[in-house]
């Protein structure tokens, strides 16, 4: 499945994943590939992503820039200010108020 995190300046990450955990509202839930049609609110938190091979991007602190990866099974750690995650056909997008790289 692809997923894009954006904040309201910037992508943080995009690219195809194996699965993502997430701090929702009520408590951390992960999605996996072929996950039912969701829109649920995020809190603050760790949000935990595998990658699944093929290039993603992501956005390098350090360098200020977005960089690129292609190595799968990757395991990237951010952690988020509240939003959203919308679910639909394999397509994740979490929208968030703020994010920054755990690695």
């Known amino acids: 499945m692809n997923i894009s995190v954006l904040t309201p300046d910037r ?4 690219g195809s994943i194996s ?7 009520e408590g951390s839930f992960q999605l996996l590939e072929g996950h ?10 760790k949000v935990t992503l595998s990658t699944a091979g093929g290039e ?5 602190e350090e360098a200020n820039t977005m960089a690129t990866g292609n190595d799968g099974n ?3 750690t951010f952690t988020i200010e509240r939003g ?3 679910v639909l056909n394999n397509e994740v ?10 690695r």
């Open 84 to 86: 959203f995650v919308e």
């Open 56 to 60: 993603y991007k992501f956005y390098d």
């Open 19 to 25: 699965q993502v955990s997430l701090p929702g509202v």
């Open 74 to 76: 990757r395991t990237m």
């Open 93 to 102: 997008n979490l929208l968030v108020q703020g994010a920054r790289n755990m």
């Open 36 to 45: 039912a049609p969701l829109v649920s609110a995020l809190s603050g938190g």
């Open 11 to 14: 992508t943080i990450f995009t």
